[in-house]
């Protein structure tokens, strides 16, 4: 049984597919550019159509070295591209496909864990701990500012992928936060949820027209509604 399970997990790592936006040669004359690739084949986007069945010579660009293999041609929808599947590797061949795919893997999970930092910056503690204990829950890694100057040394050093912003703070209040982030090269794409008690019509235009991707009211608010709605606007601001 365990085996079995070994080799199930095998087979879907084999084709778990990887970006891979690479130039590539078919069969050492025609240029076509890679969509992803797995263990087990490559996505290429070409207008050229082939037949089903089709055997070609890819050359793939590594590293240090370019790798040919051949391939043979699952489907091809002509002028968006074709899947091809690896045939006939040698030992050699399938080592650099793998070192390929880890590398591609790294950069996957190391990607996919830089875009879970959130600023939390919120001036009352109690509030602050139960928004980070709920933010910590749906994933996200947080970085925590009790007001807006100690916010913004904490960008100088660090640039998350969204910050969560109470409105009014002691010192520096959110607006004037959020109109210095929009002002500024380095801050202005970070998406900005501002979360306040005041949430009058005027307050909500303020915010959006100050950049804000969001505002949320605080009445009614759970850590963990709010969690759910930065895990929504973080997942629609990467799709733009």
């Known amino acids: 049984m365990i085996e079995m399970k070994n080799e199930e997990k095998q087979e879907r790592r084999q084709y778990e597919r990887f970006s891979f936006r690479e130039d590539i040669l ?3 004359t025609k240029t076509c550019s890679t969509m992803d690739i797995s263990e087990g084949g490559l996505y290429i986007s070409t207008i050229q159509p082939y037949e089903n069945n089709t055997i070609i010579k890819v050359t793939i660009p590594l ?24 045939i006939d590797l040698n030992a050699q061949q ?4 793998k070192e390929l795919i880890n590398s591609l893997q790294e950069k996957h999970d190391q ?5 879970k930092n959130i600023l939390l910056v919120e001036d009352n503690k109690t509030s602050r701990e139960a928004i980070k204990k709920a933010l910590l ?11 807006g ?5 904490l960008l100088a050093e660090q640039l998350p992928n969204l910050l969560i912003l109470d409105l009014h703070m002691m010192g520096m209040d959110g607006l004037k936060m959020l109109s210095l982030l929009k002002s500024d090269s380095k801050w202005k794409e970070v998406p900005v949820i501002v979360c306040s008690a005041h949430d009058t019509q005027e ?5 959006i027209r100050g950049g804000a991707e969001g505002f949320i009211s605080k009445k009614g608010l759970t850590p963990t509604k709010l969690a759910q709605y930065a ?3 973080l997942e629609r601001h990467n799709k733009l």
Do not use: W, Y
Not at 68 to 80: F, I, L, R, Y
Not at 111 to 115: K, L, P, T, Y
Not at 137 to 147: C, R
């Open 111 to 115: 990607s996919h864990i830089e875009e």
């Open 149 to 153: 100057i100690q916010a913004l040394k």
């Open 231 to 233: 895990k929504a606007v």
């Open 94 to 97: 399938k080592t650099k496909i």
């Open 63 to 86: 590293k240090k070295e370019k790798l040919t293999v051949k391939a043979t041609v699952c489907h091809c929808q002509p002028g968006v591209g074709m899947g091809v599947r690896f």
């Open 137 to 147: 829950k749906e994933g996200f890694n947080v970085i925590e500012a009790s007001d």
């Open 26 to 28: 078919i069969d050492g």
């Open 203 to 207: 307050v909500k235009n303020k915010v």
